[in-house]
């Protein structure tokens, strides 16, 4: 089956732009997870959904970030008005999230860069 | 102190040999811990998860938790130049957050 999906793979940006990140999960999991990671760290947590609730969105580093689900499938992390210290890899991960199971399972990235 | 600590490394291990990583968390009411694999601008792959104390293996891998000592541990036999990559620790704390470590990088040499 198909895993996690993302798109773009690359966006390049001019400050202040508004920009659109795309995440297509696992089909059946329901738990979607957004991350950013910076060059040599791990993965930063930003927002968690499960279905179409997002229950955690205490990483969001500020008001410009938003995440929606709202069929509990497709994501999607706006980030408006870019800033340079935007720039990084936004990863995408799913989870079946139920019996215990709690592995993620994380699509191939956008990587961003503000100019 | 980090919720999850890894060496950065480099760790550099001849081909052939066993490679050691090892990861160490504070909360002690962690219940789930993975090892991804990451390869130079690729994304986290899931290579091993654990869940109760003891070795849990997977081929060339080896999970060991501790739960007492409150660390993970991964060792890779036979290292291979393919498994030179960033190993990334992740656990799943008691308020059910994911938290990660910063990575060790393990580099393979023939």
């Known amino acids: 089956g198909a895993g996690v999906s993302q798109s773009p793979r690359y966006k390049v940006a001019k400050r202040g732009q508004d920009v659109a990140l795309r995440c297509d999960p696992i089909?059946?999991?329901?738990?979607l997870f957004w991350y950013q990671q910076a060059l040599g760290q791990g993965p930063e947590f930003l927002t968690y959904?499960?279905?179409?609730?997002?229950?955690?969105k205490s990483g969001l580093p500020s008001d410009r970030f938003f995440a929606e689900r709202p069929e509990g499938s497709v994501s999607t992390l706006k980030i408006q008005r870019t800033q340079q210290e935007d720039s990084a890899v936004y990863l995408c991960?799913?989870?079946?999230?139920?019996?215990?199971?709690?592995?993620?399972?994380f699509g191939p990235g956008t990587r961003l860069t503000v100019t | 102190q980090k919720e999850v600590e890894q060496n950065s490394g480099p760790l550099s291990v001849p081909e052939g040999a066993i490679a050691s990583l090892n990861c160490t968390y504070s909360?002690?009411?962690?219940?789930?811990f993975f090892w991804y694999r990451q390869y130079s601008g690729k994304s986290p792959e899931l290579i091993m998860s654990?869940?109760s104390n003891g070795d849990k293996e997977d081929g060339r891998f080896t999970a060991q938790l501790n739960k007492a000592s409150q660390y993970v541990s991964l060792l890779i036999r036979d290292s291979q130049p393919s498994d030179s990559a960033t190993y990334l620790c992740?656990?799943?704390?008691?308020?059910?957050?994911?938290?990660w470590g910063a990575g060790t990088k393990l580099i393979i040499k023939p």
């Open positions: 991960a799913s989870s079946m999230a139920t019996g215990g199971v709690y592995e993620q399972y």
């Open positions: 089909s059946g999991h329901v738990s």
């Open positions: 959904f499960q279905n179409e609730a997002q229950l955690d």
């Open positions: 909360d002690r009411g962690s219940q789930s």
């Open positions: 654990i869940y």
């Open positions: 992740a656990v799943l704390n008691s308020n059910y957050q994911l938290i």
